[in-house]
């Protein structure tokens, strides 16, 4: 909730899921494994902080598009 939060630049669990469009499930487990973006707990609630996560979602994209670039044409 808006109202729970002590800065604006930071996103609850579900709004980063939901902006990342990934499951909560798919978030937590990326979380646990330290692949997804920077977060940190509060009064145990993970929050995720705007700008490390336009940062992670910069970097995903230009990741997903050097792999695009890297893959040979396929042929059908």
Known sequence: MAADRDHTDLLSEAET??????????LR???FR???????FKNGRAFYPLAPLEYFEREAK???AASAVAQPPMIA
Request: cysteine-free; proline content about 4%; glycine content about 8%.
């Open 17 to 26: 899921a939901a902006r990342l469009r990934v499951s909560l499930r798919a």
């Open 34 to 40: 330290g692949t997804g973006p920077a977060f940190f």
């Open 62 to 64: 230009r990741r997903a």
């Open 29 to 31: 487990i990326a979380r």
